[in-house]
T-cell receptor, first 111, second 112 residues
Framework: TQLLEQSPQFLSIQEGENLTVYCNSSSVFSSLQWYRQEPGEGPVLLVTVVTGGEVKKLKRLTFQFGDARKDSSLHITAAQPGDTGLYLCAGAGQAGTALIFGKGTTLSVSS | GAGVSQSPRYKVAKRGQDVALRCDPISGHVSLFWYQQALGQGPEFLTYFQNEAQLDKSGLPSDRFFAERPEGSVSTLKIQRTQQEDSAVYLC??????????FGPGTRLLVL
């Protein structure tokens, strides 16, 4: 069974701080996706990383896929209150199979 | 274009009652997934359709759960004889690419 472990589970920081969220597995994935989910809404895709060692930047967010395609990280620079939400990583295996989600990291950024 | 829509957004059911949850995927999306999300947790896979064919239902927790997509578009997830442990958010996602799934807002089910 493929599992994705996310850490930390909860993170409460002040505006302007930096943070990193980790997503680890013993399994290899074809790709890893990061989603952000706000209360009362469905997850919204932030990025998909496909190639081992790949780094993608989305404004203040930096996503990295491990060389072995088993782990990923999300780094947020100068966090803002608008970054508050549940961050989920999800691994994709073979075509036509469901995404495997981690349990998520609940981020709270206070001003 | 419209995104994935789900209805109802909230449902309160008495234990033992049957419920039906609807998903309207993005037009033209062949694949449709149902997930169950417990409070503070990540979504967990329930079932997957490609057009009208249900290709994987391995995530359905019991035979009280049934899903259909008869015309390859709208899908309905039905839960019979609801139990308190069925309380969760039920998410629907559709996609043309099996990697990039677009999620609806979910249906929040509370079983009393």
């Amino acid at each position: 069974t493929q599992l994705l472990e996310q850490s930390p589970q909860f993170l409460s920081i002040q505006e302007g701080e930096n943070l990193t969220v980790y997503c680890n597995s013993s399994s290899v994935f074809s790709s890893l996706q990061w989603y952000r989910q706000e209360p009362g809404e469905g997850p919204v895709l932030l990025v998909t990383v496909v190639t081992g060692g790949e780094v993608k930047k989305l404004k203040r967010l930096t996503f990295q896929f491990g060389d072995a395609r088993k782990d990923s990280s999300l780094h947020i620079t100068a966090a803002q209150p608008g970054d508050t939400g549940l961050y989920l990583c999800a691994g994709a295996g073979q075509a036509g199979t469901a995404l495997i989600f981690g349990k998520g990291t609940t981020l709270s950024v206070s001003s | 274009g419209a995104g994935v829509s789900q209805s109802p957004r909230y449902k309160v059911a008495k234990r033992g009652q049957d419920v039906a949850l609807r998903c309207d995927p993005i037009s033209g999306h062949v694949s449709l997934f149902w997930y169950q999300q417990a409070l503070g947790q990540g979504p967990e896979f329930l079932t997957y359709f490609q057009n009208e064919a249900q290709l994987d239902k391995s995530g359905l927790p019991s035979d009280r759960f049934f899903a259909e997509r008869p015309e390859g578009s709208v899908s309905t997830l039905k839960i019979q004889r609801t139990q308190q442990e069925d309380s969760a958010v039920y998410l629907c996602a559709s996609t043309t690419s099996w990697e990039t799934q677009y999620f609806g807002p979910g249906t929040r089910l509370l079983v009393l």
